[in-house]
């Protein structure tokens, strides 16, 4: 990398760098600069400063702190997806900010907030010698891509949030003059291969359940059922065969037992009866569980049963 360096102008609000040997004439490079610094102008917006603070959410401490809560979420609401989710976010999170650490330690680049203040640019291979010229690639961008990547594709229903706030905290770091469209663009494509690289090594729930699904579509069944005695019983129950064995949640039936319970046969969750006709009364009582499962799987699932409680465990 050729180093390329010329000294800002003392009106921080001129667009045009002045002639210098060092730098080139054209080129990606020369309008990489220009354009950060036309956009610098608006650094003191109060909308651009707002968001500016905004974005910090995507530092790493505060990002990290995002990722365990999630983490930590899951642990406490016995919820083995969220957890899952939660490592794979954080996954995600530390490797692209560990390989942006190894480029900017390798590479200096002068932010465009010192160029617009005067100080000399410098673009070249090399130790960095401060904050000051670690601008190559955007860390705050690498990492909000990587957590919203990993985020759309185990939760498709927060796609569209988790990547409209990745493009904004990415977009946000040219006006705010911390860095050249350039970098941003280096964040987004380091924060992409972060994801990708987290699903081959640490898939995503959704696709151990669409493989766990298909294998079971293939295979013989048997149904196996047991009875717990409260209603928050039977949906751990339920929701531990969702997550651990991979099976629809449709297909899973709770069904009411003993005189003292007047509502039929309901879906996980207890919200529609077999045909379909929908109800606000609640199961309540003694709860049957019911499921299908492979035939191999069977006997794990029984067992399963057992240790959360369950009685009068039948397979057939």
Do not use: W
């Not at 490079?29 to 910090?56: F, M, N, Q, W, Y």
């Not at 309540?284 to 569980?289: N, Q, S, W």
């Amino acid at each position: 990398m050729c180093a390329v360096r010329y000294q800002g102008m003392s009106n921080p609000h001129s667009p045009h760098a002045p002639d210098d040997p060092d730098v080139p004439s054209d080129g990606l490079e020369r309008a990489d600069v220009e354009a950060a610094k036309s956009a610098a102008r608006h650094r003191h917006h109060p909308v651009v400063s707002t968001l500016g603070i905004l974005s910090d959410v995507a530092d790493q401490i505060p990002l990290g702190i995002v990722c365990a809560s999630v983490m930590a979420g899951g642990l406490v609401a016995d919820r083995p997806d969220v957890l899952h989710l939660g490592t794979r976010m954080m996954a995600a999170h530390v490797l692209a900010n560990l390989v942006k650490r190894r480029i900017k330690n390798r590479v200096r680049r002068t932010r465009p907030e010192e160029i617009v203040g005067n100080r000399s640019y410098r673009f070249e291979a090399g130790e960095t010698q401060g904050g000051h010229d670690t601008s190559f690639p955007s860390g705050h961008t690498a990492g909000a891509v990587a957590v919203a990547a990993i985020l759309s594709r185990d939760k498709p229903d927060l796609a569209l949030p988790a990547l409209g706030m990745a493009a904004l905290i990415a977009g946000v770091q040219i006006p705010r003059a911390k860095h050249y469209p350039i970098d941003v663009l280096a964040g987004i494509a380091l924060g992409f291969a972060s994801a990708r690289v987290v699903d081959r090594v640490l898939p995503g729930t959704e696709c151990h359940h669409t493989s766990q699904r298909t294998i079971m579509s293939d295979q013989a069944t048997r149904s196996v059922s047991a009875s717990f005695d409260t209603r928050e019983a039977a949906d751990r129950a339920i929701e531990h065969l969702v997550q651990q064995h991979g099976i629809d949640r449709t297909d899973v039936f709770a069904e009411a037992e003993g005189a003292e319970n007047t509502v039929g046969t309901k879906h996980s969750g207890g919200d529609a009866d077999k045909d379909g006709a929908m109800t606000d009364a609640p199961l309540a009582g003694t709860i049957k569980v019911s499921v299908d499962v492979p035939e191999r799987h069977a006997q794990t699932v029984q067992e399963n049963l057992g240790d959360m409680g369950g009685r009068n465990i039948a397979m057939r």
